[in-house]
């Protein structure tokens, strides 16, 4: 048998732990939250407007999903993926982005089926192991359109109105649209060929990083942040210079749309974005006072060859997603407000334990009611509770003393007039929705 005194000895030995959040990860507390229920109701009110329905998918996804569409050789997957094996050998991954996820729901549940285009969007926690920096986190939150099954390109310039329309209403009107057209299969083979005969000329300006990318994937030189490549590609044979008819009868059509909606934009050759499925239209959304080496707030393009890539039937896809927690940084600079919350309109006040739980059902009469009530049931002092209504600036107070609570009554007292009146309990909702109903008149004729 152990020794019970010798146990106590070893657990008061115990070291006391400080738990933290996970470096580049955090909380996000109450008073900050009005900020993202704004970009939330934005996302929602623009989703039913442009006839989007929401999908939620899982976290964890199969790591070869994103292998095998987002790229191996992209930074996404070859450095900053969540990747763990499961108790059973699954190799699985925290997903880095959205739209890889959609896709594979896409096929799975047969959605090719229904009439196209089929319009998902999701909103939700993303996980890359990237550096942390300001406004960059590990785990991120991205909301996302997606357009499956419809290669016209008035699908581009809508998804573009779409996510305009998005931060728009958010209260950032004012941005800078850019946009690029990287080709298809019939046209970036060619295209990258010039691309790599003029960088291999060039090899020893290079950084490490591009050097390495001149074999695997040269289209990323051309968006690398490294000075010494950016002097590098302003001269570089531009993608949009070598299209297929095809692809730039595309493009030119897409910019017409974006004249028709009177978007403004501007081309940049050397956009061509992270990610591997990308073909014909990428765009980037960008603040209008940025300065370098900032994120953009949001960005996407068109995967014509994702849905086949993932083993189901060839079909075009076009999307985009932005970045929340970019998108909140934003709006605190721009000094744009968050959601408006419900100002409680009646404050309960109690004294002594009886008031106190009698307070309870009373608060539970008003909630049910549909009023916002604000109590501190903690707290036993009348005055401190008083002043914590009128810092509230709420139209009325009830307060339940010992006698009231022994006479099952309340008194009201309507802070804006100063009267105040005593109820029976069972009249309380009756009442206090008559006062509210009352105060609402009189200051409509103020
Ligand atoms: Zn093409
Ligand atoms: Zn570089």
Same mark, same amino acid.
């Given at each position: 048998?152990?020794?019970?005194?010798?146990?106590?000895?070893?657990?008061?030995?115990?070291?006391?732990?400080?738990?933290?959040?996970?470096?580049?990860?955090?909380?996000?507390?109450?008073?900050?939250?009005?900020?993202?229920?704004k970009?939330?109701?934005?996302?929602?009110?623009?989703?039913?407007?442009?006839?989007?329905?929401?999908?939620?998918?899982?976290?964890?996804?199969?790591?070869?999903?994103?292998?095998?569409t987002?790229?191996?050789?992209?930074?996404? $997957? &070859?450095?900053?993926?969540?990747?763990?094996?499961?108790?059973?050998?699954?190799? /699985?991954?925290?997903?880095?982005?959205?739209?890889?996820?959609?896709?594979?729901?896409?096929?799975? *549940?047969?959605?090719?089926?229904?009439?196209?285009?089929?319009?998902?969007?999701?909103?939700?926690?993303?996980?890359? *192991?990237?550096?942390?920096?300001? @406004?960059?986190?590990?785990?991120?939150?991205?909301?996302?359109f997606?357009? +499956?099954?419809?290669?016209?390109?008035i699908?581009?310039?809508?998804?573009?109105?779409?996510?305009?329309r998005?931060?728009?209403?958010?209260?950032? %009107?004012?941005?800078?649209?850019?946009?690029?057209?990287?080709?298809?299969?019939?046209?970036?083979?060619?295209?990258?060929?010039?691309?790599?005969? #003029?960088?291999k !000329?060039?090899?020893?300006?290079?950084?490490?990083?591009?050097?390495?990318?001149?074999?695997?994937?040269?289209?990323?030189?051309?968006?690398?942040?490294?000075?010494k490549?950016?002097?590098?590609?302003?001269?570089?044979?531009?993608?949009?210079?070598?299209?297929?008819?095809?692809?730039?009868?595309?493009?030119? #059509?897409?910019?017409?749309?974006?004249d028709?909606?009177?978007?403004?934009?501007?081309?940049?050759? *050397?956009?061509?974005?992270?990610?591997?499925?990308?073909?014909?239209? /990428?765009?980037? +959304?960008?603040?209008?006072?940025?300065?370098? @080496?900032?994120?953009?707030?949001?960005?996407?393009?068109?995967?014509?060859?994702?849905?086949?890539?993932?083993? @189901?039937?060839?079909?075009?896809? $076009?999307?985009?997603?932005?970045?929340?927690d970019?998108?909140?940084?934003?709006?605190?600079?721009?000094?744009?407000?968050?959601a408006?919350?419900?100002?409680?309109? /009646?404050?309960?006040a109690?004294?002594?334990?009886?008031?106190?739980?009698? %307070?309870?059902?009373?608060?539970?009469?008003?909630?049910?009611?549909?009023?916002?009530?604000?109590?501190?049931?903690?707290?036993?002092?009348?005055?401190?509770?008083?002043?914590?209504?009128?810092?509230?600036? $709420?139209?009325?107070?009830?307060?339940?003393?010992?006698?009231?609570?022994?006479?099952?009554?309340?008194?009201? &007292?309507?802070?804006?007039?100063? !009267?105040?009146?005593?109820?029976?309990?069972?009249?309380?909702?009756i009442?206090?929705?008559?006062k509210?109903?009352?105060?609402?008149?009189?200051?409509? $004729?103020?």
């Amino acid at each position: 048998m152990p020794n019970p005194k010798q146990k106590n000895n070893n657990s008061s030995k115990k070291k006391k732990i400080k738990f933290q959040t996970v470096r580049g990860m955090r909380d996000i507390l109450p008073e900050e939250q009005i900020y993202w229920n704004k970009i939330r109701k934005a996302v929602d009110r623009v989703a039913v407007d442009y006839n989007y329905g929401r999908i939620d998918t899982p976290i964890v996804e199969p790591t070869n999903l994103f292998e095998r569409t987002t790229g191996k050789e992209t930074d996404v $997957v &070859k450095k900053e993926m969540y990747k763990f094996e499961t108790q059973s050998g699954k190799k /699985v991954s925290l997903r880095p982005e959205g739209t890889p996820s959609i896709v594979r729901a896409y096929i799975e *549940h047969g959605m090719r089926t229904k009439p196209s285009p089929i319009k998902l969007f999701y909103i939700g926690p993303m996980f890359r *192991h990237d550096r942390p920096q300001k @406004g960059r986190y590990r785990e991120f939150f991205q909301f996302g359109f997606e357009a +499956i099954g419809e290669q016209d390109p008035i699908l581009d310039a809508q998804i573009i109105q779409t996510a305009l329309r998005i931060f728009s209403s958010i209260g950032i %009107s004012k941005t800078a649209l850019q946009v690029n057209s990287i080709g298809c299969q019939e046209c970036r083979p060619n295209y990258d060929n010039l691309l790599v005969s #003029y960088l291999k !000329n060039r090899k020893q300006a290079l950084c490490m990083d591009c050097k390495d990318r001149l074999k695997k994937n040269p289209l990323r030189i051309l968006d690398c942040k490294e000075e010494k490549c950016t002097q590098v590609v302003t001269q570089a044979p531009q993608a949009v210079d070598h299209l297929c008819p095809d692809c730039k009868k595309h493009f030119i #059509y897409l910019l017409e749309c974006l004249d028709e909606l009177k978007i403004t934009y501007s081309i940049n050759p *050397h956009l061509v974005r992270g990610l591997d499925y990308y073909t014909k239209t /990428v765009f980037e +959304i960008w603040s209008k006072d940025d300065e370098e @080496g900032r994120v953009a707030l949001g960005g996407g393009g068109r995967y014509d060859y994702l849905v086949e890539k993932l083993g @189901g039937k060839k079909t075009p896809g $076009v999307g985009f997603a932005a970045g929340m927690d970019r998108i909140v940084e934003e709006m605190k600079e721009r000094g744009i407000k968050g959601a408006k919350t419900s100002q409680p309109k /009646v404050f309960l006040a109690q004294l002594g334990d009886l008031a106190k739980m009698k %307070s309870l059902s009373i608060f539970q009469g008003l909630e049910k009611a549909g009023i916002t009530v604000a109590e501190s049931f903690g707290r036993g002092n009348l005055k401190t509770q008083l002043k914590k209504a009128n810092q509230l600036k $709420v139209d009325l107070v009830l307060i339940m003393g010992q006698r009231e609570s022994l006479d099952e009554t309340v008194i009201i &007292k309507d802070m804006t007039g100063g !009267n105040q009146e005593v109820v029976t309990l069972g009249k309380v909702v009756i009442e206090v929705k008559k006062k509210l109903k009352k105060i609402k008149k009189e200051v409509r $004729v103020k």
